[in-house]
């Protein structure tokens, strides 16, 4: 039992950048705890990569989703409705697709941590300038948009991750395409 305590508390202290002096080798025992550790660090390393591919297939499944979609209902659209109708809703769509894609890269910067994080956390944060400046489209020019068309394209994206949620997750899809579990760097 105490083994297993100094294991996890090694483990806690060196995954937040704790430098923590080795165990001693004074028997085989505190050897093999040793290498329990070591392997535990290991598997640690490894698993956020597994976590960062994983997630930057869903961010492009995503955005094909929403680009599908936006395709999609826009053809729906110019073949019922109007062409000015359409057309608000593809700008509409743009705009949304604009601010999924900045959404994602806020997403991604929030594990990361010093200068890089913050950079990319303030890039994700213009994702709100994309939703003042589709306001500030539609407000000048009210002749030539349809607001609702407009507003339903930007919020297309929306639609994506509900098809993304209904989409079933398959682990095995991840094993095949690395054969080792660990995706290329």
């Given at each position: 039992m105490f083994k297993k305590l100094v294991v996890f508390w090694w483990?806690?202290?060196?995954?937040?950048g704790f430098v923590v002096a080795p165990?001693?080798?004074a028997s085989a025992v505190a050897l093999g705890a040793q290498e329990d550790v070591f392997a535990a660090q290991r598997e640690m390393r490894e698993a956020p990569v597994d976590q960062v591919?994983?997630?930057r297939r869903s961010r492009n499944q995503l955005v094909g989703d929403h680009a599908f979609l936006s395709a999609g209902i826009a053809a729906v659209i110019w073949r019922l409705?109007?062409?000015v109708a359409a057309e608000s809703y593809?700008?509409?769509a743009i705009f949304g697709g604009a601010y999924l894609v900045l959404l994602a890269r806020y997403v991604e910067s929030v594990g990361k941590s010093g200068l890089e994080g913050a950079r990319d956390g303030g890039v994700g944060q213009a994702r709100f300038a994309i939703v003042f400046l589709l306001v500030l489209l539609a407000g000048r020019n009210r002749e030539t948009l349809d607001i609702l068309p407009l507003l339903f394209g930007f919020f297309t994206y929306q639609f994506?991750?509900?098809?993304q949620a209904a989409r079933?997750?398959?682990d095995d899809e991840d094993a095949e395409e690395y054969g080792d579990?660990?995706?290329p760097r």
């Open positions: 483990l806690s202290t060196t995954a937040r165990a001693p080798k591919a994983m997630f409705g109007s062409l593809v700008l509409g994506a991750t509900f098809v079933p997750v398959d579990g660990v995706p």
